[in-house]
């Protein structure tokens, strides 16, 4: 319980007689690059050197590429993304905004202000 007290969290809904939900950062980082990567054209996220070591220590990676800043009236992401070969990235950039947007927005309530994206690489498709 005390690993989920030292994250970031952020109330979104609170009624009197029931109580309230709270959302972790990482939830949304995490919703965030899901809907990324279900775009066509997206070969997958891209993360850092220290995203890498915590993915070969095989803890928690589903946020991988993601940077989420969520204050009370809204969320600002950043998104690495490895894309594939021949795709339009303007095109596939634009999609991947508005998918990510809608996502968030849909399922915490919370209002998406940018998404940001940036190209880390592109990727051969293997025959």
């Known amino acids: 319980m005390e690993e ?7 109330k979104v ?6 109580g309230e939900v709270q959302i972790a950062d ?6 965030a690059g899901l809907a990324a990567t279900e775009v066509e054209g997206v070969d997958s996220m ?14 928690k990676n589903l946020s991988k590429g993601v940077k989420v800043d969520v204050t009370e009236e809204h969320v600002s ?9 021949g795709y339009n990235i303007p ?3 634009e999609k991947v905004q508005e998918k990510v947007k ?7 309530g919370l209002n ?8 880390a690489s592109v990727t051969m498709e293997e025959e």
């Open 13 to 18: 809904y609170e009624k009197d007689k029931i």
């Open 26 to 31: 990482e939830v949304v980082a995490i919703i």
């Open 112 to 119: 998406v202000l940018d998404v940001n994206i940036k190209i």
């Open 4 to 10: 989920m007290e030292s994250r970031n969290t952020h």
């Open 77 to 85: 992401v950043d998104l690495s993304l490895n894309m594939k070969y």
């Open 91 to 93: 095109d596939v950039s």
């Open 46 to 59: 891209a993360g850092n050197i220290t995203n890498e070591l915590v993915g070969k220590l095989g803890m």
């Open 102 to 108: 809608s996502a968030i927005e849909n399922m915490t």
